[in-house]
């Protein structure tokens, strides 16, 4: 897979994911903003390199599913300004804690989460093995 459809897969995968809590959530507006900022208005590289950076170092707590890391990681929402990072986060979790989500809602969040680490994964690889082409 190139590089370019691991970016394509990545983001049609987070749209869909979005799209799945929009319709969980429909009350929640700043889901549909947020994905329509993600869609239009941020390039895909930026997305996926924010979470190779960011999310695949904490791999480990997705595997788990370790709750803490919906809960207090805030690198899901670290280039929010300050105040309106604390709100959204403490909505997060708000939304994770909330009946609206049982377990098998959390599993199939989970499961989204494996798919953008194993997409992140792949495209830092695949990153990695043209770097290494080009020095050559």
């Known amino acids: 897979m190139s590089e370019i459809e691991i970016l394509k897969q990545f983001k049609n995968t987070l749209i869909s994911f979005l799209d799945e809590l929009i319709g969980q959530f429909p009350a929640e507006g700043d889901l549909v903003i ?8 941020v390039p895909i590289e930026n997305i996926i390199n924010y979470f190779v950076l960011r999310i695949l170092p904490l791999k480990k707590m997705v595997d ?5 890391f919906f ?3 805030c690198e899901l929402f670290e280039s929010i300004q300050n105040q309106e990072k604390k709100g959204r986060v403490n909505r ?5 804690r909330s009946e609206c ?33 080009s020095q050559v």
């Not at 997060?92 to 994770?96: C, T």
């Open 34 to 41: 947020f994905r329509i900022f993600l869609k239009d208005r």
């Open 64 to 68: 788990e599913r370790d709750e803490d």
């Open 71 to 73: 809960l207090n990681k």
């Open 92 to 96: 997060f979790k708000k939304l994770w």
């Open 101 to 133: 989500l049982d377990d098998d809602d959390k599993r199939v969040v989970w499961e989204w989460f494996d798919s953008f680490i194993f997409l992140s994964e792949k495209y830092q690889k695949c990153k990695s093995k043209n770097s290494q082409k």
